[in-house]
């Protein structure tokens, strides 16, 4: 039942990009932008139902491996996506980050889940668990959007320093207004992460007995920590620009592969579903 | 029969010298409508007049009065009138509010320009119904175009190309300054329509001191010492450049410092001069943004280029409503006939109902005589059903003959003044026709 809800959800999000896209390519059509704002903002309603019927169906336990916690990155992505267009209306940021949402909530249409309601350690019952989950994914929700906004900083300045006043320079907002979107993101992000690694320590020293025990999630968190606590920091001395856009690259990518590795290399890390 | 006659000149058959002769503005402009109006055979009068064009519109016998409009006032002007009658006359006025015949074709002025001679060709009552018409249809074109072509799209001057790439820089310009290095013309005019961006300080400096107050008279700004340079690009977010050195004013070496200074915010250099005053390696350092004046005209003669490939949609959408403008004058043309034959039809029917009534004496009760109204009635709708609406669409379509063969079938003059009907009731039959297409 999830699962079905879940590719109408899907169906709807692949919608919104295409008018988001549609808006990108045609810019004339000003209601596509509105229509996939609209598209998306079903999806994500659609997308919650599924989360509560995965809940009841497989116990939460679906949500724990790296396919439910892509599912969950979309779902909060395209929140914070919905967030933003209401603060700075900017749509032709739509086009770059819907894609990435689609992306992200793929996984979750091919799988079934467990055979049956998962059995769901003790910890979950905590409030620091349930804080650190939901801050992990909006902070690195956040870094997704970030990424997608450094992604359209660069192509733009390629187009502005290589005089190249094409399609894309007309479409594609001011570096300003891209550099500003970029460091808010990253602030807030960072904020948000920190509030998850706290929260996280706190849940381990729970679990596992310790604040610190040198897991590898714990490390790579920390140095994704690092990072954005960096780029923070180099604003103020005077990073900026396609530096700062290519710091953002680099941060997500970080975020991603270990994401990735933590959750497809069986028994690396006893974070997440790994509780054995 | 009066008809619709354009006489005018513009910046394609008078030069300037002859432009002058006839602009009119404002009161004056007023004046001469009256004038034009109290003409003998004049019904309706109209006067567009810019720096690029005069023209007159009249609805009149003939084009003679707009004629004399130029001739009074430029006896040397006969040579340089163009005249335009009936249709050419409306694709004429279409093609100018929708900016196809403008000196830089797509300039979004000339729509508002239109607008305001309509403006006050309405104010003075020289502007009846057929010119309403005309006008909104105009600016339905005008608009039709600006929405459905990209004639309008793209930078067109120098100016307005270093504008659009200052605004993909920085957004705008609230909150930062412009530098503005040298005497040129062309710098000049480019530092007046950047300060349009909100920028909040406009800086000039030139070797010669005077000229860089009389320069900083001209475009808003503050003039500023040539010995400053260095701590004014420092400053300074956006930076023209146009002297006349045979030199680079600003090398890698010099922008370099600067940026460092600046701690590597965005600056962008345009380049005015020729010879070049920027050194194009600037351009290799983060955050310079550097353009001369070769980037800035090539952006000009792409725009050219695409408004021109653009223009020839717009004409197919010029011309579509100058046919639909006429097809509607056809329709409202048709309508006497269609009003004279149903009020034909129902006298007809209702004389008849009536002698029915009265033979019936008074066998019926009230809502028996009303039957016998109503069923009346309901004949001849039916009946004038299909006349009508063939009618209206023979009429639409631009055919005059149908209306005229109706009249003469049923035995009807067209021309004769509708008795009894209220003006209403015509007037939404004409929007319920144009609403149809």
């Given at each position: 039942m999830s699962v079905t809800i879940l590719r109408i959800a899907a169906g709807l999000y692949a919608a919104g990009a295409a008018s988001y896209i549609?808006?990108?390519a045609r810019p004339r059509h000003v209601r596509a932008s509105?229509?996939?704002?609209?598209?998306?903002?079903?999806?994500?309603?659609?997308?919650?139902?599924?989360?509560?019927?995965?809940?009841?169906?497989?116990?939460?336990?679906?949500?724990?491996?790296?396919?439910?916690g892509f599912g969950m990155l979309g779902w909060v992505g395209a929140g914070a996506f919905l967030l933003l267009q209401r603060f700075y209306p900017i749509p032709s940021v739509g086009a770059f980050i819907l894609p990435l949402v689609v992306i992200a909530v793929l996984p979750g249409l091919f799988g079934l889940g467990p055979d049956a309601p998962g059995v769901v350690p003790s910890v979950v019952r905590l409030p620091a668990l349930k804080l650190h989950v939901s801050t992990a994914i909006g902070g690195v929700a956040l870094f997704a959007i970030a990424f997608g906004v450094a992604v359209m900083y660069l192509l733009q300045e390629r187009e502005v320093k290589g005089k190249h006043f094409g399609a894309l320079f007309s479409r594609l907002p001011s570096l300003d207004a891209l550099d500003k979107l970029n460091q808010r993101l990253v602030r807030t992000g960072f904020a948000v992460y920190s509030v998850a690694l706290v929260t996280g320590a706190l849940v381990a020293k729970n679990a596992w007995g310790s604040f610190w025990t040198w897991d590898p999630q714990q490390v790579a968190s920390l140095v994704v920590w690092l990072l954005y606590g960096a780029m923070v920091q180099l604003r103020h001395v005077g990073v900026h620009g396609r530096r700062y856009a290519l710091l953002t690259l680099a941060g997500f990518a970080l975020v991603l592969t270990s994401m990735i590795a933590m959750g497809a290399v069986p028994n690396v890390t006893r974070h997440g579903g790994n509780f054995q | 029969m009066k008809g619709i006659f354009l006489v005018g000149l513009s910046h394609h058959s008078a030069s300037i010298a002859v432009?002058?002769?006839?602009?009119?503005?404002?009161?004056?402009?007023?004046?001469?409508?009256?004038?034009?109006?109290?003409?003998?055979?004049?019904?309706?009068?109209?006067?567009?007049?810019?720096?690029?064009?005069?023209?007159?519109?009249?609805?009149?016998?003939?084009?003679?009065?707009?004629?004399?409009?130029?001739?009074?006032?430029?006896?040397?002007?006969?040579?340089?009138?163009?005249?335009?009658?009936?249709?050419?006359?409306?694709?004429?006025?279409?093609?100018?509010?929708?900016?196809?015949?403008?000196?830089?074709?797509?300039?979004?002025?000339?729509?508002?320009?239109?607008?305001?001679?309509?403006?006050?060709?309405?104010?003075?009552?020289?502007?009846?119904?057929?010119?309403?018409?005309?006008?909104?249809?105009?600016?339905?074109?005008?608009?039709?175009?600006r929405s459905e072509t990209d004639v309008g799209?793209?930078?067109?001057?120098?100016?307005?190309?270093?504008?659009?790439?200052?605004?993909?820089?920085?957004?705008?310009?609230?909150?930062?300054?412009?530098?503005?290095?040298?005497?040129?013309?062309?710098?000049?005019?480019?530092?007046?329509?950047?300060?349009?961006?909100?920028?909040?300080?406009?800086?000039?400096?030139?070797?010669?001191?005077?000229?860089?107050?009389?320069?900083?008279?001209?475009?808003?700004?503050?003039?500023?010492?040539?010995?400053?340079?260095?701590?004014?690009?420092?400053?300074?977010?956006?930076?023209?450049?146009?002297?006349?050195?045979?030199?680079f004013v600003i090398t890698p070496e010099i922008a370099h410092a600067t940026m460092?200074?600046?701690?590597?915010?965005?600056?962008?250099?345009?380049?005015?001069?020729?010879?070049?005053?920027?050194?194009?390696?600037?351009?290799?350092?983060?955050?310079?943004?550097?353009?001369?004046?070769?980037?800035?005209?090539?952006?000009?003669h792409a725009t050219r280029s695409a408004r021109a490939e653009e223009a020839i949609r717009a004409e197919a959408i010029v011309e579509a409503e100058v046919m639909a403008f006429f097809a509607e004058?056809?329709?409202?043309?048709?309508?006497?006939?269609?009003?004279?034959?149903?009020?034909?039809?129902?006298?007809?029917?209702?004389?008849?109902?009536?002698?029915?009534?009265?033979?019936?004496?008074?066998?019926?009760?009230?809502?028996?005589?009303?039957?016998?109204?109503?069923?009346?009635?309901?004949?001849?709708?039916?009946?004038?059903?299909?006349?009508?609406?063939?009618?209206?669409?023979?009429?639409?379509?631009?055919?005059?003959?149908?209306?005229?063969?109706?009249?003469?079938?049923?035995?009807?003059d067209g021309d004769q003044p509708a008795k009894g009907e209220e003006p209403g009731r015509s007037s939404a039959a004409i929007v319920a026709l144009s609403d149809k297409r």
């Open positions: 549609l808006f990108f509105s229509t996939g704002f609209w598209l998306v903002g079903l999806a994500f309603l659609v997308h919650a139902v599924s989360i509560g019927f995965g809940c009841s169906e497989f116990g939460g336990a679906d949500f724990f491996n790296l396919r439910g | 432009r002058e002769q006839v602009a009119l503005e404002g009161e004056v402009l007023k004046a001469a409508l009256a004038g034009l109006r109290s003409t003998q055979d004049v019904q309706e009068a109209m006067v567009i007049s810019t720096c690029n064009r005069v023209e007159v519109l009249v609805l009149a016998e003939s084009a003679e009065p707009a004629r004399r409009f130029f001739l009074d006032r430029a006896p040397d002007a006969d040579g340089h009138l163009y005249e335009f009658h009936g249709s050419q006359a409306v694709r004429h006025l279409f093609r100018v509010a929708a900016s196809l015949d403008s000196m830089v074709v797509g300039e979004q002025q000339i729509l508002g320009q239109v607008k305001e001679a309509y403006g006050l060709a309405s104010s003075a009552a020289t502007a009846g119904s057929f010119i309403s018409r005309l006008c909104n249809r105009a600016f339905a074109t005008a608009k039709r175009v799209r793209g930078a067109s001057s120098v100016s307005q190309v270093a504008v659009e790439l200052v605004e993909k820089i920085f957004g705008d310009l609230k909150g930062r300054s412009i530098l503005l290095v040298g005497a040129g013309k062309m710098g000049a005019l480019s530092a007046k329509a950047l300060a349009s961006l909100g920028a909040d300080r406009v800086l000039v400096t030139n070797r010669s001191r005077e000229r860089a107050v009389a320069l900083a008279d001209q475009t808003g700004g503050h003039a500023r010492d040539w010995s400053e340079l260095s701590k004014l690009l420092i400053e300074a977010d956006v930076v023209i450049v146009s002297t006349g050195a045979p030199h460092k200074a600046r701690r590597h915010r965005s600056a962008c250099y345009i380049d005015l001069a020729v010879p070049r005053n920027v050194d194009p390696r600037c351009a290799d350092l983060d955050s310079v943004f550097a353009y001369d004046m070769d980037d800035l005209q090539k952006v000009v004058r056809e329709a409202r043309a048709a309508l006497p006939v269609l009003a004279a034959l149903r009020r034909r039809a129902e006298e007809i029917a209702l004389g008849e109902a009536e002698r029915t009534l009265a033979q019936l004496g008074g066998k019926l009760d009230e809502k028996g005589r009303r039957s016998v109204e109503a069923m009346a009635r309901a004949i001849v709708n039916k009946l004038l059903h299909g006349p009508t609406a063939r009618l209206k669409e023979a009429a639409s379509s631009g055919d005059s003959t149908l209306p005229g063969a109706a009249a003469e079938l049923f035995g009807i």
